[in-house]
């Protein structure tokens, strides 16, 4: 009887100090008591008070590391990108036999190339975006250049299909390479988002010398028919140089082991 006594009277206590406190706009059901843990001991009573809502259960959200972004527009770049947008001015002026055009565009191309470069190096602007639209801007030239001559019937058949093919793997290669080197999350938007670099393209030594001797090969065709002397004979042993080049520099990406690095920092 007095256990029951110093019971009630200590939650008429408690009930009265919750009435007048902050607790009181809670919900009747969210606090009560628990009478099985009452601890008699001499002179003192004790009891526990508890919640009968669950915690949370479920577990902190994982945060992704920001993925390292780089200012993409820069002189070099706009230079590279100009000579990319040229490609098709060229390609037509060959197809119409307009070849003083087709010249003039492949000269401003050379000096762009030669600029973006140097830009790039005396100015610290260089970039990964830069590594990657530079060969692009190569290849695309290159593309032009071999389709259309071969149209024009001005280059041989079999070499075009060899250079082409050539770059059509090395094009598969690349885009999956900048896929698994994506930093994750892996979505469309950021995988065309250039911003986020995730590889750095190395190319080949002779890759370098191949490029060179293609471009060497299409410039020299294109302005051929305004020379006044003939040119078949040196451009057909231009030709089988250049078919070599074209297969050892694929071979060289398929077994190099620094064709490319992964840009593995994240932004702090």
Request: proline share 7%; glycine share 4%.
């Amino acid at each position: 009887m007095r256990a029951n006594a110093v019971f009630m009277t200590f939650l008429c206590s408690t009930t009265r100090v919750l009435r007048h406190s902050h607790l009181s706009q809670l919900r009747p059901q969210t606090f009560r008591f628990a009478r099985s843990s009452l601890l008699f001991q001499p002179g003192r009573v004790a009891t526990r008070l508890y919640s009968t809502q669950q915690p949370d259960s479920q577990p902190p959200k994982r945060k992704l590391p920001l993925a390292l972004r780089e200012n993409v527009y820069t002189l070099p770049n706009f230079l590279t990108v100009s000579r990319i947008l040229a490609c098709p001015v060229i390609g037509w002026s060959i197809l119409d036999g307009q070849f003083y055009l087709a010249t003039s565009l492949l000269i401003y191309a050379g000096l762009t190339d030669l600029a973006d470069g140097w830009l790039a190096r005396r100015f610290n602007m260089g970039s990964v975006v830069g590594t990657i639209l530079d060969p692009a801007a190569d290849k695309a030239l290159m593309t032009t250049l071999t389709v259309t001559l071969a149209m024009k019937g001005m280059l041989p058949v079999p070499l075009a299909v060899l250079i082409l093919g050539r770059d059509v793997v090395l094009s598969i290669s690349a885009f999956w390479i900048r896929y698994t080197s994506l930093p994750p999350p892996k979505t469309f938007a950021r995988y065309w988002d250039f911003s986020i670099p995730s590889a750095e393209v190395r190319p080949t030594t002779i890759s370098k010398y191949n490029t060179a001797l293609q471009l060497l090969l299409m410039g020299t065709t294109t302005v051929s028919p305004l020379l006044p002397w003939a040119m078949e004979v040196p451009l057909q042993g231009l030709q089988w140089i250049v078919a070599t080049t074209t297969i050892w520099s694929g071979l060289s990406y398929l077994f190099a082991k620094d064709g490319y690095r992964v840009i593995s920092e994240q932004k702090k």
